[in-house]
């Protein structure tokens, strides 16, 4: 059971290897697949995204994988080595190093500073210092700089280097740390310079997002990237979809509605908040006030089975103590080492 299998835009479902159980079976089985329905474009979405690019140099003659290789992809994928080529670019990024790195004391003992996996998502393991204290982090581990300011994000659609639409929000309910509701700012003039200058500098194709902390003087400075679809796809038109990763511009790409929301994960998210009716209140507010990203009038059983569908992922999540969005990718998730990219 999933959310789209009872969609009517969806023609057919295919079981395949978790790829995070068998990469290879994973890959054979999706090349089976492609040959079997004679696919001519193939487009990861998710953290599943590492493991669809591997497929590059297999793909039959006529089939296009709207993502860069995956050498290319897994230098974003790294946190450190994303924040590296951030400041080659000559772009605003904190200062990061590897976990083992004995000159971290420069960023350990001038602030606050963040430890995190150098590949990781949904926000595991993330753990926040104060300036001067130690912390146990390797190789496979990123220390970088905490920066004060508003945490946004961005989503955008590229090809060739050019940045055919892109939307920039920030969350307003959170699950754990992904946003189950948020909101489009429009006057974010500062993070989609930063997007356009990376990606032409890149000569980026695919989908690709980047999480920023913007300071009181406007400056954005981006902390993450994710060479994937994030929740700033749903700001944008879905019959504009087809001609952005064919690579052809489209007016007016964003759909009007600023705040959007998955309304069943933010219930869920409302729920856990019962303890403190404040916090509580304000996330039903937002919810009632947000438009669904899953719900569409001619095509409600996505939205209407949401529960039912998803069920075996907030199982898993209530056995794990995760967080649903954590549970949802811990079957597709990369984790390969850093000396594997």
């Given amino acids: 059971m999933h959310l789209a299998r009872m969609s009517k835009a969806v023609h057919r479902c295919v079981r395949v290897t978790a790829p995070a159980t068998?990469?290879?079976?994973?890959?054979?089985?999706?090349?089976?697949?492609?040959?079997?329905?004679?696919?001519?474009?193939?487009?990861?979405?998710?953290?599943?995204?590492p493991y669809v690019?591997?497929?590059?140099?297999?793909l039959p003659d006529g089939v296009e994988l709207f993502a860069p290789p995956l050498k290319n992809l897994l230098a974003l994928h790294d946190k450190l080595r994303f924040?590296?080529?951030?400041?080659?670019?000559?772009?605003?990024?904190?200062?990061?190093?590897?976990?083992?790195?004995?000159?971290r004391g420069?960023?350990?003992?001038?602030?606050?500073y963040v430890v995190k996996p150098r590949h990781s998502c949904s926000g595991r393991h993330v753990e926040y210092y104060r300036a001067g204290t130690d912390c146990e982090a390797g190789a496979n581990a990123v220390v970088q700089?905490?920066?004060?300011?508003?945490?946004?994000?961005?989503?955008?659609?590229?090809?060739?280097g050019r940045s055919l639409a892109t939307s920039v929000y920030r969350g307003t309910v959170m699950s754990g740390s992904v946003a189950v509701c948020f909101e489009r700012l429009d006057d974010a003039e500062t993070v989609e310079r930063w997007v356009d200058d990376f990606i032409a500098r890149l000569?980026?194709?695919?989908?690709?997002?980047?999480?920023?902390?913007?300071?009181?003087?406007?400056?954005?400075?981006?902390?993450?990237?994710?060479?994937?679809?994030?929740?700033?796809?749903?700001?944008?038109k879905s019959d504009s979809l087809p001609a952005l990763i064919a690579g052809r511009r489209v007016d007016e790409p964003l759909r009007e509605e600023t705040a959007l929301t998955e309304s069943w994960s933010c219930y869920t998210a409302a729920?856990?908040?019962?303890?403190?009716?404040?916090?509580?209140?304000?996330?039903?507010?937002?919810?009632?006030?947000?438009?669904?990203?899953?719900?569409r009038h001619e095509d409600p059983w996505p939205f209407l089975l949401m529960m039912i569908n998803t069920w075996p992922i907030l199982w898993r999540a209530m056995r794990r103590g995760l967080s649903p969005p954590a549970a949802a990718?811990?079957?597709?998730?990369?984790?390969?080492e850093p000396g594997e990219c």
């Avoid at 670019?89 to 000159?103: H, K, V």
């Avoid at 920066?147 to 060739?160: P, Q």
Wanted: aromatic residues 8%; hydrophobic residues 45%.
């Fill in 22 to 49: 068998s990469p290879d079976a994973f890959a054979s089985e999706l090349l089976a697949v492609i040959d079997r329905f004679a696919i001519r474009l193939v487009v990861p979405v998710s953290e599943e995204s």
């Fill in 53 to 58: 690019a591997a497929l590059h140099d297999h």
């Fill in 83 to 103: 924040s590296e080529t951030a400041r080659e670019f000559g772009l605003p990024a904190p200062r990061s190093t590897a976990g083992d790195d004995p000159e």
């Fill in 106 to 112: 420069s960023i350990t003992e001038a602030g606050a």
């Fill in 145 to 160: 700089e905490r920066l004060d300011g508003e945490h946004v994000s961005s989503f955008t659609i590229a090809r060739d």
């Fill in 203 to 236: 000569g980026y194709t695919g989908f690709i997002a980047f999480d920023f902390i913007v300071d009181e003087e406007g400056v954005a400075r981006a902390i993450e990237c994710n060479p994937r679809a994030t929740s700033g796809i749903h700001y944008i």
């Fill in 271 to 295: 729920l856990g908040q019962l303890a403190r009716p404040r916090h509580f209140l304000a996330a039903m507010a937002k919810l009632r006030a947000a438009h669904d990203v899953s719900w």
């Fill in 329 to 336: 990718m811990l079957d597709i998730e990369w984790r390969a």
